[in-house]
């Protein structure tokens, strides 16, 4: 994933820095250096990334982007990574 996609990503999701890395188990700085690309995500974060730009793609295709988004910030309130991954690998967009 290049890091423009990162940038992408992360304002796609409408979130800060911060809230990026907090979901990857990362600092805000860490984010900021997969986003110039000094430095790159690990390959749990990177698959989970790239799950992530896929499902958005399929929702915006489907003109349910608003609504994925906000059921992936439930699953994430709600529990976690586990309920992040669980969220992103069971749910039909």
Do not use: C
């Not at 990503?9 to 809230?19: F, H, N, T, V, Y």
């Not at 698959?47 to 059921?71: D, Y």
């Amino acid at each position: 994933m290049q890091p423009s996609e990162i940038i992408q990503l992360r304002q796609q999701l409408g979130w800060s820095l911060a809230e990026f890395g907090k979901h990857f188990g990362v600092t805000a700085q860490a984010v900021l250096k997969w986003e110039r690309g000094t430095a790159q995500p690990n390959d749990f974060a990177l698959a989970t990334m790239i799950q992530l730009q896929e499902r958005l793609q399929q929702a915006e295709r489907n003109k349910q982007k608003q609504q994925f988004i906000n059921g992936l910030r439930r699953a994430l309130l709600t529990g976690g990574v586990i309920a992040l991954l669980t969220y992103l690998f069971n749910k039909e967009v």
